[in-house]
């Protein structure tokens, strides 16, 4: 209105510069929703840049002199990068200036963060960890010296170089929390965060800016241009609007954008992938392993059984906990093969009261305050047998090693003699597992089958032999590991970020030229969907025609 005014005034008071306003200069418009449009753009205006207009205009008539024949009134926010104040200063901004981590990186040397941002060392950098994690794959971890004495011998070294000097003096028996590793891992995440603070911090940013091109010849420099005959811009931004389209428009100029979300995935990708690495590096130097054998109806402290796996790891109050094996289960298929173990398990604090109960299985473990028990193997401890009515005898059960992965477990009843003689004689007894028996006489001769708790007694050579059980042992790891829940965290957010980095940013630059309106855009990614979209887009905006001249009285 105030414009409108303006132009009232102009044509009251001509001067010799301007041209008088007269009806036939007049325009009439098909669409009805400019003043919507014009009304939402003023409403985002800064009210001292209309101020400053109005106090320009009533000066200049004041003083007599001639009013521009164009007064333009910004009706598009400042720069994000820039704002101006009163004084029409401008202010760079610095809503990034007070974060701790930007500040550090002010200090580095632009040399040394353009050497860590460099693409080819931030893939050799990946490769290298990638051909260490193969590595530490292929060594067994965690094993005593003596073993890599054995498999890698100084007298027949692997690929003719590779002896245990080498895996134990750069620690690939540790492979993951090796300096080696670790220092590869911070030298990528230092490249990771150079390359956010040089490169993409600054995409975004200059994304996020409001660039009006003034002239047709750039504008039609873009990937897709047209020209709209008979048009208004403002109606362009409508419709502009209505598709999504961030708009913004000062004087005859327009610039819209949509999809700025892709310009930050690159971003949130990279604190993905900080925060894989940080878990796992948390975890390698963080967590506390450990492994049990524990026979039916024994107890065990959870904190006797772990040991740390890093300068990071500190027990918890829950590490006083004591574990009892209440029972241990095994389950057969019918062609009595073994399906599935089970045991157990309680739980109980310092004062002896039990604050956890459960029955487990392998891939269904117990959580404790951040303490996890993995069902991981089983085994026999020992045999309990009557012999010629007399006992139950508790006989201690090892296990053979035999080539295969089967299990067989041995023992051995003394039938007469010394005990402690070397060649004294007696029954040997097998099992593959905790339903059945094998036994055999002094001489190693197969004298039958015999279930546990079936209450029939075998005769060998006078003597008589009753299995009342078999008692099982189960196989536990207990671990702790805070880096776990950072790597899903790492993961979920790799993933959504990969997604989003897909959405194209599209812009779209216009100009008012005359009646005419010269239009164009880009997109970094829907080469082929965005000039379909544009011109749809064009085919919506209305005609302008001009209106009939008033008859002269």
């Known amino acids: 209105m105030f414009l409108q005014a303006v132009v009232r005034m102009d044509s009251i008071k001509p001067t010799k510069t301007q041209s008088s306003f007269t009806p036939s200069n007049s325009l009439l418009i098909k669409s009805t929703c400019r003043t919507n449009f014009h009304s939402h753009f003023y409403n985002r205006n800064k009210p001292f840049a209309i101020v400053s207009e109005i106090k320009k205009v009533f000066k200049e008539l004041k003083n007599n002199k001639p009013i521009s024949k164009k007064i333009i009134l910004s009706e598009g926010a400042p720069s994000i990068s820039e704002e101006e104040n009163v004084n029409g200063n401008k202010q760079v901004n610095s809503s990034l200036v007070g974060n701790p981590v930007f500040k550090y990186f002010k200090r580095v040397p632009r040399k040394v963060l353009s050497i860590l941002s460099n693409l080819p060392l931030a893939i050799g950098e990946m490769f290298t960890i990638a051909a260490l994690m193969a590595l530490g794959t292929a060594i067994d971890q965690g094993e005593a010296p003596e073993y890599y004495f054995k498999q890698y011998p100084e007298d027949n070294p692997v690929l003719g170089i ?37 490169t993409q911090i600054p995409l975004v940013r200059v994304a996020r800016r409001w660039g009006f091109m003034h002239s047709a010849e750039a504008i039609r420099k873009q990937e897709v241009t047209d020209n709209l005959p008979q048009a208004s811009v403002r109606d362009l931004g409508v419709i502009l609007m209505g598709a999504g389209y961030e708009v913004f428009l000062k004087g005859p100029t327009l610039y819209a954008f949509k999809g700025l979300a892709g310009r930050f995935a690159p971003i949130g990708v990279h604190i993905a992938m900080l925060l894989i690495m940080a878990g796992g590096t948390l975890s390698a130097t963080g967590s506390f392993r450990g492994s049990v054998t524990v026979p039916q109806g024994l107890n065990f402290v959870m904190g006797d059984v772990l040991g740390p796996n890093g300068f990071l790891s500190k027990p918890t109050p829950a590490f006083n906990t004591e574990v ?62 009557l012999k010629n009515d007399e006992g139950p005898f508790n006989l201690a059960v090892a296990r053979l090693k035999l080539n ?14 010394n005990a402690d003689a070397p060649d004294v004689k007696g029954i040997s007894m097998l099992a593959r597992d905790l339903q059945s028996i094998i036994l055999y006489d002094e001489e190693g001769k197969f004298v039958g089958v015999r279930r546990p708790n079936s209450k029939l007694p075998i005769d060998i050579n006078g003597t008589k032999v009753e299995i009342v059980d078999a008692i099982g042992s189960t196989g536990l790891d207990l671990k702790t590991d805070p880096g776990v829940p950072i790597v899903y965290a790492g993961f979920g957010a790799l993933m959504l970020t990969t997604c989003i980095s897909y959405l194209s940013h599209s812009q779209i630059w216009a100009l008012q030229d005359g009646t005419t309106v010269v239009v164009g855009g880009k997109s970094n990614r829907a080469k082929i969907e965005f000039p379909e979209e544009m011109n749809r887009l064009l085919d919506q905006v209305p005609e302008i025609i001009n209106s009939p001249a008033p008859q002269q009285s």
């Open 324 to 385: 009892h094996v209440n029972k241990f289960i095994m389950e057969y298929y019918n062609s009595g093969e073994i399906s599935q173990y089970r045991t157990d398990l309680s739980l109980f604090d310092l004062d002896g009261k039990e604050v956890m109960r459960k029955t487990i299985s392998v891939n269904d473990p117990l959580r404790y305050d951040g303490i996890t028990i993995y069902q991981t193997d089983w085994s026999i401890s020992a045999l309990q047998v």
């Open 404 to 417: 295969g992965d089967k299990k067989l477990f041995g023992t051995f009843l003394p039938t007469g003699g």
């Open 162 to 198: 590779f002896t245990w000097r080498w895996v134990l003096g750069l620690g690939f028996d540790h492979m993951f929390s090796s300096p080696i590793f670790l220092g590869m891992l911070v030298l990528l995440g230092a490249s990771l965060m150079a390359c956010t603070y040089t």
